[in-house]
């Protein structure tokens, strides 16, 4: 008895460091946000005003704030990423995992853009889309479509689609080489099994490949989801939520409201709907993919 309460002991007092960081980063943040977002406050101000769910009524019924059109964007920035991004990556996936010539090479050149800031790329997509010299604008020219040319991420048409493409550019490399993983762990014989049964290569990664590397793809699909809820950094660069709010996501809202409105309250309130949006989804999607047994 006294050996196991000893074990006991040993065992908590190594988790103890762990489980202090992951209250102190991760749960009292969390805690405090919403703690905040029931009171009306502002920096300067007493912590005082308490109004308890009336900012959470408010952001979703006031159209002053634009919370819903926000998160509109990032439902529409998720759809894309889960309908164009993630079926690039599998098919870059499953012909990569075919052992074709140059297959490191291509690994390294696709997962490149994983690795570099997104500060960075924010600004070379910025050169890209000028209107006035930028390669895309610059091209159509050369092409003879001047009537194609756009100011890209200055219309409200075409801005959110916009920012999007650079998102596509620099994860479709991130979920391509997770599946990949996926794709290199099937085993060898399942294959070969299909193959000798008269099954095409389509057939074995319909029937075989894919469905092996589901685990995989719920993991994909729930990045895809939860990042594009999150989204911040690239869209802060290339458009900071505009033109007229056309590309505004929750983050940068966010953002608004704590340092450019003083609405401490409200920012506080829009983290923990982020908080809480991010694991509705990520639960949504894991059911999603669950396998009765």
Not at 94 to 108: Q, V
Request: overall charge positive.
């Amino acid at each position: 008895m006294k050996r196991t309460i000893g074990y006991r002991l040993s065992i908590f007092a190594f988790l103890l460091p762990a489980l202090i960081l992951f209250i102190g980063i991760l749960i009292a943040p969390i805690v405090m946000s919403a703690y905040y977002s029931l009171f009306n406050w502002k920096v300067g101000y007493p912590l005082t005003d308490f109004i308890g769910f009336k900012n959470y009524v408010e952001l979703f019924t006031s159209k002053s704030i634009g919370f819903v059109k926000a998160l509109g964007n990032s439902l529409l920035l998720a759809v894309l990423s889960v309908f164009i991004q993630l079926p690039l990556a599998l098919l870059l996936a499953l012909k990569l995992g075919k052992k074709i010539p140059g297959e490191r090479a291509f690994l390294s050149v696709y997962f490149m853009p994983v690795l570099i800031s997104t500060v960075v790329i924010g600004q070379l997509w910025l050169k890209i889309y000028n209107p006035e010299y930028g390669l895309l604008n610059v091209t159509l020219r050369a092409l003879g479509l001047e009537g194609w040319t756009r100011i890209w991420l200055g219309t409200k048409e075409t801005a959110l689609g916009a920012c999007f493409v650079p998102i596509l550019w620099q994860y479709v490399g991130y979920h391509m080489l997770l599946m990949y993983a996926g794709v290199k762990g099937v085993p060898p014989e399942l294959n070969e099994a299909a193959m000798l049964d008269g099954c095409s290569e389509s057939q074995v990664n319909r029937y075989i490949i894919i469905p092996y590397i589901k685990p995989i793809l719920r993991v994909s699909v729930i990045f895809a989801v939860t990042g594009s809820l999150k989204s911040f950094d690239l869209i802060y660069v290339l458009t900071n939520g505009g033109p007229f709010h056309a590309t505004e996501v929750p983050s940068t809202l966010m953002i608004s409201m704590l340092f450019l409105r003083n609405r401490y309250g409200m920012g506080s309130t829009i983290a923990v709907m982020l908080i809480i949006l991010c694991f509705a989804f990520a639960l949504l999607i894991s059911l999603a993919f669950r396998e009765d047994k």
